[in-house]
């Protein structure tokens, strides 16, 4: 009785998980669960719903979220930090979710994996008709569970990017000025 | 004189087809076996220890931000109209049209290539001119392409100085052009001495035809793309810092390869 315990602990224990450890399975698992949403017949707002929900579990958002906003991640109150978290995390799903439906067409390559310590790097491409564009996946692993914290699209970081931009509003406008205008730009992004 | 240095390029660079062709499939070494500078760097580039320093130097981001605004208004008010009315024309004609000018100067691709000491590169350029020149119709169709999966590979002079360790320099957003740096607008002057469109073909033209040309080309441009400008625009909280820091970036990773 234990032993079948033991066993059936040992092929569902962590189903999500126990088949694609390696950062590269980890990211098909999610590509492939991205393209069956957009291929799908459901519709626009579903699709983004579900496409949502499937990125989130590989986002290593406070990974992301530490790394974008640099030096200030020791300076922000943990309010502050949470609120932030909140809001990038919209702002980035609303600019890329709009995106994504061009790129049904394509399908990803994987180039190369490589692994250090607790970190991993995944270059790979999309393809499709019209171009090729090269993506590298930056990864950490927590609790051996493999997170993104960078995309890196045609040498284009996406943390450098917010953080360059996001770092010198803090400058000057602290905190409270680049929530506000988070706030406004999600308002503004939600009209459409 | 120009035609003579760029035929002995040419010259040069056709023994050397034979060699990208060769070189090919050692590009493709797994990469576990590669252990070097670049693979901790890519690892330690982890932000974390980073100042908040820019990416590039802006010391005229006044006046930049003013071009950007010109711009801006160019964009949506001139360029765009026009872009999208030319839309008419269906999409394969201005392909091509995109085609054949890209294919007028590979030239310039080659000479950069080839002062990189990228020979394979300067050979495949010169195949694809060939190719597309001859097979695709003068270089409508991007036949080296689309058949023989010999993609186009981007090379200026700002990359070619870049190659030789020169720094960007301060941001510079350029009236029409848009984001660039001191030294890939100087790249850009340099460049059109490699241009055929500029040293041939619209050689006895006066500024207005050249300006019209030009204004021509960045309507078909735009009429190919998908809105960029606007997604940017639309989901960025400063549209302007978030273009600087991706032009730096694009740049850098431009050079290295």
């Known amino acids: 009785m234990r032993l079948l315990f033991i066993l059936l602990i040992m092929l569902f224990g962590s189903p999500a998980y126990a088949a694609s450890s390696t950062p590269q399975g980890q990211i098909k698992q999610m590509v492939d669960g991205v393209f069956a949403v957009l291929n799908s017949d459901r519709s626009p707002e579903e699709k983004r719903t579900h496409i949502s929900g499937t990125v989130q579990d590989f986002l290593g958002v406070k990974s992301l979220s530490q790394r974008t906003l640099g030096v200030y991640w020791k300076k922000g109150t943990e309010a502050e930090l949470k609120q932030f978290m909140s809001l990038y995390v919209q702002i980035l799903e609303r600019t890329y979710l709009n995106r994504i439906e061009n790129y049904s067409g394509g399908k990803v390559e994987y180039v190369k994996e490589r692994i250090k310590a607790n970190k991993a790097i995944l270059d790979t491409k999309f393809v499709s008709s019209k171009f090729d564009i090269p993506v590298r996946y930056k990864l950490i692993e927590k609790a051996g569970v493999w997170q993104i914290y960078d995309v890196v699209i045609e040498g284009v970081s996406l943390v450098r990017s917010y953080r360059s931009s996001y770092n010198e509003i803090l400058r000057k406008e602290g905190f409270d000025g680049l929530i506000n205008r988070m706030e406004e730009k999600l308002v503004q992004m939600k009209k459409g | ?257």
């Open chain 2, 1 to 257: 004189m120009w035609q003579i240095i760029f035929f002995l390029i040419l010259l040069t660079n056709i023994g050397f087809v034979d060699l990208a062709f060769a070189q090919q499939p050692e590009q493709s070494t797994p990469a576990s076996e590669v252990h070097g500078s670049d693979f901790d760097q890519d690892f330690d580039d982890d932000f974390m220890e980073e100042d908040s320093a820019q990416l590039i130097s802006d010391p005229f981001e006044k006046l930049n931000r003013g071009v950007f605004w010109f711009n801006d208004k160019v964009y949506f008010y001139l360029f765009k109209p026009a872009a999208r009315a030319y839309r008419i024309v269906p999409r394969p004609a201005r392909t091509s049209v995109s085609n054949f000018f890209s294919n007028l100067s590979s030239p310039v691709r080659i000479v950069n290539s080839t002062l990189q000491f990228k020979f394979a590169d300067a050979g495949r350029e010169t195949t694809r001119f060939f190719v597309n020149s001859i097979i695709g119709l003068g270089g409508l169709v991007d036949a080296a392409d689309r058949w023989g999966e010999i993609p186009k590979k981007d090379e200026d002079f700002g990359q070619t100085l870049g190659f030789y360790h020169v720094g960007q320099g301060p941001y510079l957003i350029l009236p029409f052009l848009g984001p660039s740096s001191l030294r890939d607008a100087g790249g850009l002057v340099a460049d059109s001495f490699f241009d055929p469109l500029t040293i041939h073909l619209s050689r006895n033209w006066n500024f207005l035809e050249r300006m019209e040309l030009r204004a021509g080309l960045a309507v078909n441009f735009l009429s190919l793309d998908d809105d960029s400008y606007e997604k940017i625009k639309r989901d960025s909280l400063d549209p302007y810092l978030f273009m600087r820091a991706g032009y730096a970036q694009y740049r850098v990773a431009k050079v290295a390869k």
